[in-house]
């Protein structure tokens, strides 16, 4: 999961930093959105006050959605740096002749981009790499492997939680 060449290693570790910096923390905001927001929307205000003081590693994030949802600006903003990551996965792959971001072999860089690029198809996202073949070859790759089902067990993803979004990806297929 790890090249040999220091070099390498160092920039496989570059490569995981862009990945916590840029499309992890940005899979949030369009998730709550997608997902949430329609349960948070249903909730009184003492309700939603209650949940928000139940989770205090999300609650500055939750209070920030409030029950309304991110603002457009915050959304746009969001979906950008997204596109980075599929820009900058396709540009990866490219440079290293695939399969995997690093080349031949399966690295952590892969299986630290691997949860935003599934979230990102799971909430209606894939279009985003829709010119970059590469890019859907390399998801398929990963959930082709033996460890991506008990990664993602029946009921893990969204879609298989909430109705509403199922059914908006079963539109756009």
């Given at each position: 999961?790890?090249?040999?060449?220091?070099?390498?290693?160092?920039?496989?570790?570059?490569?995981?930093?862009?990945?916590?910096?840029?499309?992890?923390?940005?899979?949030?905001?369009?998730?709550?959105?997608?997902?949430?927001l329609?349960?948070f929307?249903a909730?009184?205000?003492?309700?939603?006050?209650?949940?928000c003081d139940s989770?205090?590693?999300?609650?500055?994030?939750l209070m920030k959605?409030?029950?309304t949802?991110?603002?457009r600006?915050e959304?746009?903003?969001?979906?950008?740096?997204?596109?980075?990551g599929v820009d900058r996965?396709a540009?990866?792959?490219?440079?290293?002749?695939g399969?995997?971001?690093?080349?031949d072999e399966?690295?952590l860089?892969?299986?630290?981009l691997?949860?935003v690029?599934?979230?990102?198809?799971?909430?209606?996202?894939?279009?985003m790499?829709?010119?970059?073949?590469?890019?859907?070859d390399?998801l398929?790759?990963?959930?082709?492997?033996?460890?991506?089902?008990?990664?993602?067990?029946?009921?893990?993803?969204?879609?298989?939680?909430y109705?509403h979004?199922?059914?908006?990806?079963?539109g756009?297929?």
């Open positions: 999961m790890r090249p040999a060449d220091p070099v390498d290693v160092a920039r496989m570790r570059a490569m995981m930093r862009f990945v916590d910096e840029v499309p992890t923390p940005a899979i949030r905001v369009p998730s709550y959105n997608l997902a949430f329609p349960h929307k909730m009184t205000d003492e309700e939603f006050q209650s949940l989770k205090p590693l999300r609650r500055e994030f959605m409030g029950r949802g991110f603002p600006e959304m746009d903003g969001a979906l950008g740096r997204l596109r980075r996965l540009g990866w792959l490219t440079e290293s002749g399969p995997w971001i690093m080349g399966i690295s860089a892969d299986l630290s691997m949860p690029m599934v979230r990102m198809d799971d909430i209606n996202l894939g279009h790499w829709a010119d970059y073949p590469d890019v859907q390399w398929g790759g990963i959930r082709a492997r033996p460890e991506f089902a008990p990664t993602f067990y029946h009921g893990s993803l969204l879609t298989e939680k109705p979004l199922a059914k908006l990806k079963a756009s297929a």
